[in-house]
């Protein structure tokens, strides 16, 4: 079936050290990817989005993503946590087949122990 | 440049009542989206809509559930004779013309019923 794994619903770190969240999406052709953040009531902010080229994106308040064809990933990283990264974190594709929607994984929620 | 705006950000309703939740989209943004988020879950796509079209609805129940996003004004979801299975954060998010994968989301309307 078609979707987006996100396999890790929690994950823990300490602060200061690196991150990595998971994503796997299953679709035939490569998707437009994108990784979303959710502060506890509040709504999702874009940190970076992946179309074509470069396979490794830049994003907003330090993180990447890396976009790794032949494993169908898009990991998002961090390589010092800090204790403001503690939310949801929501991996998305917007498959080519299905219009303008995205379709997103089930999140996954960081904590950051100090 | 103000964000997507929802509203109610809560809004309570007694099973068998009618909820209309509210979404302005980014000045120059025409494409509106709603998507819905269960305990626990990702978002799930709803709808899609341009000034006076639905363009996709193939996420929307078929029953109880229409969305409207006229020439003036916010566009509107509303939910004829809630249950309790309705219950959950409905987001909004908005893209400018020509670039349908940069959503951005409003803070969400949390609907709870009662």
């Known amino acids: 079936a078609q979707s987006v794994t996100q396999p890790d619903i929690h994950i823990t770190v300490s602060e200061g050290a690196s991150l990595e969240l998971r994503c796997n999406y299953s679709?035939?052709?490569?998707?437009?990817l994108f990784w979303y953040v959710q502060s506890p009531g509040q709504g999702l902010q874009l940190l970076l989005k992946y179309f074509s080229g470069d396979t490794l994106v830049q994003g907003i308040k330090g993180f990447e993503a890396e976009f790794k064809r032949s494993q169908s990933s898009f990991n998002l990283r961090k390589p010092s946590v800090h204790w403001s990264d503690a939310a949801e974190y929501f991996c998305a594709v917007a498959p080519q087949e299905y219009g303008n929607k995205l379709v997103f994984g089930a999140g996954t929620i960081l904590r950051v122990k100090s | 440049n103000a964000g997507v705006m929802q509203n109610p950000r809560h809004l309570v309703r007694r099973r068998g009542q009618e909820a209309r939740l509210r979404c302005s989209p980014m000045k120059g943004h025409s494409h509106v989206y709603w998507y819905r988020q269960l305990p626990e879950e990702g978002l799930k796509f709803m709808v899609y809509l341009q000034k006076e079209n639905i363009i996709d609805e193939s996420g929307m129940p078929k029953e109880r559930f229409s969305a409207e996003f006229p020439k003036e004004g916010p566009s509107i979801l509303r939910i004829q004779q809630v249950v309790r299975g309705d219950s959950a954060a409905y987001f909004c998010a908005s893209s400018p013309p020509g670039l349908p994968y940069e959503q951005y989301f409003g803070p969400g309307t949390r609907l709870t019923v009662t």
């Open positions: 679709y035939g052709a490569t998707p437009y």
